[in-house]
């Protein structure tokens, strides 16, 4: 999605600007642009692509010690020169980058253009800059805050901008409405971006905006205020250092560098948090009491892309530990259709980047109606975490990879946790607490063991990359992994690939199964292996290729499919999880063979910040 940077201070702003957008790369986007303020005039370079392309256009020296920066993701318009940030006023004296949506831009631009400004892009962005300008004209003794204040009042939709004045080069004005802003404090130089990632070279204190919120910002300090003008304190944070030093180390790319960290990355899930004395887990940030969790009738989890499937399998695990009824639903789908909201209900959502637009405005559409919501985390200090009424952060460190793998597995940890802790509070039994404890304390081992067939996967994405179109299936908490597993071989190979609960395989996708189109079958060792064998037998009947993913040993799976997966066997909560390792390498695999840019799979973006 966009990245925001912007600087002031005593320093020459271009390549601060150009090093930040190297740090916001891994969010996805398809054009990039920088723009100073030089002698006074204002500079702009952009450019379709890679930041390498921009980077290819600029001169070798550009002075200017304010400046702009921006990474755009597509939504109105093409991703050409034209279209990628900063835009311009027609005068050439304000310079604006935008996240967001506007969506009354089409009907401000009829207006403007009839005033005379003269459109150079198709974004809805641009209206900014000219109704800027526009206001600066109409008003021309007013401060320019003020100006941009009376600008901002007309636009509907969602922005996190930040606004350049040639004429007023020492400061910038930063604004907040529904995308991320966050101001940078250095010393005598002050940043703003959307991402601390931005800024992890320069400052680790921020101040976050937030909604309806402008900041004016020049190199000593900043002042921020509401659109209506009321001045508002704003505390610093410091980032936690963890999430700014990132780096590839050895790897050959952030994805498969982080399905290695597994292992880590959930035993820091775990962390501090399994409790051996009464078998349950302790979870500090949960904000309610053993009586209102007593109290809790319903769970709803609510989230987005992977967040949404870890849901699925949330759900099933607070059903099947706590008894309590649970479902995950599509954050977006559920904000939109009136939702009845109940007190007795658990609300949770779920989110790897805390920004997801849709993940955010369910929750605001929960919290309006005055219900208590939840929030598994992974970015501290991120929009959801800060507004939820308590939650469990999933530790998993920073994940740049836009497939997401170590958060995904996280977020299974975090609501195995909530579920056991939900469980014991309810029937589950000091013994049933016990076991599943041991089970996540072994859990980290067992990665490192399934992530041990990583030569063998190899081999069978070299055997199966061709393909135009896969299945993935599986039954009750194996459907959830099967979701997953297609989105994972889709979102970065680009072979379509679609997932059925096994039991619905003969009500439709029967009929396209052939030789050319392999299934994946999920078969994890429960009580239902049978019945899903005797979906496998259904395939190998139609001359299906099966691809078996098993901890199971079982001699029939190995009779009937063509190749086999295994991991290793866990607490059948549990199985989500481990069984997921496998599939995340399958469409690696499959995407490096296919050369692919694994990091950046075309059209998509990591944290997807407007609707
Ligand atoms: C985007 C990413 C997905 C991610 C989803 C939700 O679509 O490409 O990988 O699962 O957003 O992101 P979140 O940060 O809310 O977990």
């Known amino acids: ?275 051996h004395r009464f078998n349950t887990a302790h979870l500090g940030g949960l904000n309610m009491s053993p009586r209102d969790l007593m109290n809790v009738r319903r769970v709803c989890i609510l989230g987005c892309g992977s967040a949404y499937y870890a849901g699925i399998s949330g759900a099933d695990m607070i059903e099947t530990l706590a008894r309590l009824p649970s479902k995950a639903e599509p954050a977006a789908e559920f904000r939109y259709r009136n939702p009845v909201i109940e007190p007795d209900t658990l609300y949770i959502v779920v989110s790897q980047s805390g920004e997801t637009f849709d993940t955010l405005a369910a929750l605001r559409e929960i919290k309006r109606k005055g219900s208590h919501v939840l929030g598994v985390n992974n970015v501290v200090g991120s929009t959801i975490a800060r507004e939820v009424d308590g939650g469990i952060y999933m530790h998993a460190g920073t994940e740049v990879s836009v497939a997401s793998t170590k958060a995904y597995t996280s977020m299974l940890t975090c609501f195995a946790l909530l579920a056991l802790h939900l469980g014991r509070v309810r029937d589950l039994s000091p013994q049933q607490g016990e076991q599943l404890v041991n089970a996540l304390e072994a859990l980290p081992e067992k990665i490192k063991v399934a992530l041990e067939q990583n030569q063998q996967i190899k081999q069978l994405a070299k055997k199966y990359h061709h393909i135009n179109s896969a299945f993935f299936i599986g039954r009750t908490n194996a459907y959830p992994i099967a979701l997953e597993g297609a989105q994972k071989l889709k979102e970065i190979s680009y072979i379509h690939a679609e997932a059925y609960p096994a039991s619905e395989l003969k009500h439709g996708p029967l009929a396209l199964i052939s030789p050319q189109t392999p299934t994946i079958i999920i078969l994890p060792d429960n009580d239902l292996l049978g019945k899903s064998i005797s979906s496998l037998q259904e395939i190998r009947a139609r001359k299906g290729p099966v691809i078996a993913l098993t901890n199971a040993q079982n001699e029939d799976i190995h009779s009937l499919a063509d190749d086999v997966m295994y991991t290793p066997n866990t607490h059948p909560i549990l199985h989500p999880i481990i069984m997921g390792i496998p599939l995340q390498l399958f469409a690696y695999h499959c995407a490096i063979a296919m050369d692919r840019d694994i990091d950046q799979p075309r059209n998509l973006a990591k944290s997807v910040t407007v609707e």
């Open 1 to 275: 999605m966009c990245g925001i940077i912007a600087y002031t201070g005593n320093q020459n702003a271009a390549p601060i600007l150009t090093a930040s957008l190297r740090q916001l790369e891994y969010r996805g986007y398809d054009s990039s642009g920088i723009a100073l303020v030089s002698r006074g005039k204002l500079k702009t370079y952009r450019a379709a692509g890679k930041l390498a392309q921009l980077e290819n256009r600029l001169p070798n020296k550009i002075s200017g010690k304010i400046g702009i920066g921006h990474t755009r993701w597509a939504t109105h318009g093409e991703p050409n020169d034209q279209n990628a940030h900063p835009h311009t006023d027609t005068q050439g004296r304000i310079s604006i980058i935008h996240n967001g949506i506007i969506e009354n831009a089409t009907e401000l631009k009829r207006k403007l253009e009839a005033q005379g400004c003269v459109y150079t892009s198709e974004t809805d962005s641009e209206t900014i800059a000219h109704l800027i300008s526009h206001s600066i004209i109409s008003n021309p003794k007013m401060a320019f805050l003020d100006v941009v204040r009376l600008a901002l009042k007309q636009l509907q939709g969602t922005y996190g901008l930040v606004v350049m004045n040639a004429d007023a080069p020492e400061t910038l004005i930063a604004a907040r409405s529904g995308s991320p802003v966050i101001i940078g404090i250095g010393k005598d130089e002050m940043f703003v971006a959307s991402d601390s990632a931005a800024l992890s070279r320069y400052t680790r204190e921020v101040v976050h905006l937030d909604d309806g919120e402008i900041a004016s910002i020049n190199a000593k300090g900043f002042e921020v205020t509401t659109l209506d003008a009321i001045s508002m304190s704003k505390q610093s944070v410091m980032v936690d250092s963890s999430q700014l030093n990132y780096e590839l180390g050895n790897y050959d790319n952030y994805m498969f560098k982080e399905i290695h960290e597994q292992p880590e990355s959930i035993r820091r899930t775990l962390s501090g948090r399994l409790d």
